[in-house]
């Protein structure tokens, strides 16, 4: 998933849909979903807030908290084409997450290891030519990956078909499966 904390589509989401995911195929150790955070918002505000955020999730990632804090962002949102990521809000939130050393986190969001995430994330997500935020993208094993279109920010039902066929064997994998 390439996101936006700052997004209210990738918050749609993540309310609506991710929760489903998570029980039907995270948890049963069907799928995988990696967070790929990207700053596509800054142009709403006159501050680098999306960037701000995606800065805050890298160090959270640095602890292993990076879905704890971008749960938290998410249920805090506000506004996206006003002003309020600050250095109070990322300490706020980050301070909610149990296990952050809350001081780290703060200091680490200039390290080129958690800023890493957002540059890789970002480049992908150019490559891929992709619109906007939400954007997911899908990838067996061994695969190329393949963005797909978003089915639904609502109804989780709406993504059973494409999940099923994405995790249906391939005819030729079938081909040679033993008889």
Known sequence: EFADLKCPYCKKFSDNILPTLVNRYIRTGKLRIEFRNVAILDRLTPLPESTNAAKMAGAMTLQNKLWYFADLFYMNQRDETKPYVTDDFLH????????????????????????NFMVEATQRFAAIGSPGTPT????????????????????????????????????????????
């Open 136 to 179: 997911f993208e899908v990838e067996k094993h061994g695969k190329t990956p393949v963005r797909i279109a978003t089915p639904s920010l609502t109804d989780p039902n709406a993504w059973m078909p494409v999940i099923e066929r994405m995790l249906q064997p391939s005819a030729a994998a079938a081909a040679l499966a033993p008889r």
């Open 92 to 115: 706020a939130l980050a301070e909610r997450v149990p296990g952050t050393d809350v001081n780290k986190a703060m200091i680490d969001r200039e390290n080129p290891l958690a800023n």
